[in-house]
């Protein structure tokens, strides 16, 4: 049975799966001893709090929690604000460097790159590692601010203070009408388990989507996708692996913290919950999300999507008993802690050391290769020199002098980065008008006018 995205009832109990671009695999996956269909052993169903028999080395739940979250906000920006950010826009359009470096906005500790471009309603973009916000012109038919909150950053902030800090931003810029609105929601638990994830096919998974993928990296087996493009969509894949291509290396600590031994497979379910979904099921603002999770959650895991054992003799899918892993996945708590916090926020994108030395290390490799020198610490001396020589000749060029030339480059990289404001004489000059136009607000208001 396709999903249709208004709650129908529950399973697809006669209707076969859509083929896909899933491959075969053995179907099914043997029971565990000690548990039951539903993961559990005459007990409760399983989950993070209930007892249920749980075997530590088979399933061990790790972190749960928000991974992305997008909002917006009714509103209207400050008019003196969208004159600012038109004048910013237009330096980051610039052909100079300089004036592309100045194309920053400073709101309380955060840094912001403001775009070039806007995105499709919203001109106007501010991006830095925790929001990236997107903002529009006055208009009744769309929401002042549009807001992605970034996976990073809610491994430090749970979603209602993320949100709180969000809004605290957000009123610097404009006046806010209304409470935050959900557009999209994904809610995620990460497990080490001995589970062998390809041990079943797509034949097992008993869903209302009407796609079921499953994928591999250099012939290694990654995941699962359900319900791919749709307003409700699930995935189960192999977060070590997918680490090594989004390089938060800060999440295997928050692991260890949580018990995690280092050497266990760790495996990631994440649902996408779409705004239409969230209005389907009567939640709207961020507050009604927050406190429906676990609901949530349980339409994902029981009513939308399943793993089961299929009974080859019972062509009643809605009976097939369920497969012990998926016992355990939909029984967690939503309101119970969700693990280890980062201390602190990384509100800087800032390149890790794999990409920053790397890249230099093949630099330098390449050109000892070219120079036909072999030792490595004459080939570092001769390359920083020839680079040097290199960049001098071509701040030449453009004449100018080469600290200028070096100190425009990095300019450009704080602003990449959100690391510094370039000119916080400007920045200095931009809260001293701010609070003049606060003063002139408030005497208007005391003098009744």
């Known amino acids: 049975m396709q999903h249709n995205g208004k709650g129908s009832r529950s399973g697809s109990e006669h209707g076969s799966l859509q083929e896909s671009g899933s491959t075969g695999h053995r179907a099914g996956a043997a029971q565990r001893p000690g548990l039951g269909a539903g993961g559990g052993s005459g007990d409760a169903p ?40 038109e004048h910013l826009k237009k330096l980051a359009q ?34 830095d590692g925790s929001f990236r916000v997107q903002l529009s012109r006055p208009s009744k038919a769309l929401p002042m601010a ?12 749970k979603p209602a203070d993320a949100e709180k800090a969000l809004r605290t931003l957000l009123m610097e810029l404009g006046e806010l009408s209304g409470p935050a609105q959900v557009s999209r929601i994904d809610l995620f638990v990460d497990f080490a388990s001995t589970e062998n994830m390809e041990s079943w096919d797509r034949h097992a998974w008993v869903t209302r989507a009407s796609s079921i993928n499953a994928y591999a990296v250099d ?9 791919a493009g749709g307003i409700l969509a699930a995935r189960l894949y192999d977060k070590r692996l997918e680490i090594e291509v989004s390089r938060k290396h800060y999440l295997p600590g928050l692991w260890r913290e949580a018990g995690w ?46 793993l089961t054992l299929p009974s080859v003799g019972d062509q009643t899918r809605s009976r097939w008993p369920l497969h012990p892993l ?24 800032l390149p890790g050391d794999d990409k920053l030395f790397g890249l230099a290390f093949s630099a330098i490799v390449s050109f000892m290769a070219r120079e036909g020198i072999s030792d490595l610490e ?11 020589s ?34 916080p004489e400007l920045e200095e000059e931009r809260q001293a008008l701010e609070r003049k136009r606060q003063a002139d607000t408030y005497r208007k208001a005391s003098d009744g006018g």
């Open 390 to 423: 290199h960049h001098a000749e071509k701040a030449h060029q453009l004449a100018k002098r080469y600290e200028a030339y070096v100190a425009e480059r990095l300019a450009i990289k704080n602003r990449e980065f959100n690391t510094r404001l370039n000119n």
């Open 219 to 227: 012939g290694k087996f990654s995941g699962w996708m359900v319900g």
């Open 46 to 85: 399983p989950s993070n709090t209930a007892s249920h028999n749980c075997n530590p080395e088979y399933f061990q739940p790790l972190r749960w929690g928000t991974d992305s979250l997008y909002v917006s906000y009714a509103g209207e920006l400050h008019s003196h604000i969208r004159d600012e950010l």
């Open 146 to 157: 549009y807001v992605k909150v970034s996976s990073g950053y809610l491994t430090h902030a």
């Open 261 to 306: 031994d280092g050497v266990l497979p760790v495996w990631r379910l994440e649902f996408e919950f779409k705004r239409e979904t969230l209005v389907n099921r009567g939640l709207s603002g961020l507050d009604s999300v927050l406190a429906n999770l676990n609901g949530l959650w349980s339409y994902a895991t029981t009513e939308w999507l399943r």
């Open 378 to 388: 004459r080939g570092i001396r001769t390359f920083v020199a020839k680079m040097d």
């Open 94 to 127: 610039s052909a100079n460097p300089a004036e592309q470096a100045q194309a920053q906005l400073s709101l309380g500790e955060h840094v912001f790159e403001v775009r070039d471009k806007g995105a499709p309603l919203f001109p106007y973009v501010l991006e």
């Open 326 to 349: 998926w016992g355990y996945l939909s029984g967690i708590d939503w309101e119970t802690d969700g693990g280890p916090l980062r201390p602190r926020a990384m509100h800087a994108r």
